[in-house]
């Protein structure tokens, strides 16, 4: 069945870095566009970035512009997210997502299951 397996999240000092991995299986994962989301308790979700199904389209949250960079392996069905001078309201916990489009057409069809970062001193 298809399924989505964040990882890679963690405790990390502000200014620290990060790489989260999304890994997908039971659907031709190089077909379809991936996003990453985050929410924090008692906060909204926040789309993060998204990548195109070749990854010749990306694009970021202006609070993470800069700072976070999105990739893909299509040989790996894997995507990361390279997260940089992480500050702590990057805080929360991270799913990534797969979309219904080979582009980032914003309709996601199916979810992980989250992985945590938390950024403190």
């Known amino acids: 069945q298809l399924q989505l397996v964040e990882s890679g999240g963690g405790l990390v000092q502000p200014g620290g870095s990060l790489r989260l991995s999304c890994a997908a299986s039971?659907?031709?994962?190089?077909?379809?566009?991936i996003a990453w989301f985050r929410q924090a308790p008692g906060k909204e979700r926040e789309g993060v970035s998204c990548?195109?199904?070749?990854?010749?389209?990306?694009n970021y949250a202006d609070s993470v512009k800069g700072r976070f960079t999105i990739s893909r392996d299509n040989a790996k069905n894997t995507v990361y997210l390279q997260m940089n001078s992480l500050k702590p309201e990057d805080t929360a916990a991270y799913y990534c997502?797969?979309?219904?489009?080979?582009?980032?057409?914003?309709?996601?069809?199916?979810w992980g299951q989250g992985t945590q970062v938390t950024v403190s001193s």
């Open positions: 997502a797969a979309d219904r489009s080979s582009i980032c057409s914003g309709v996601f069809g199916s």
């Open positions: 990548i195109s199904s070749s990854g010749g389209s990306t």
């Open positions: 039971g659907f031709t994962f190089r077909y379809y566009a």
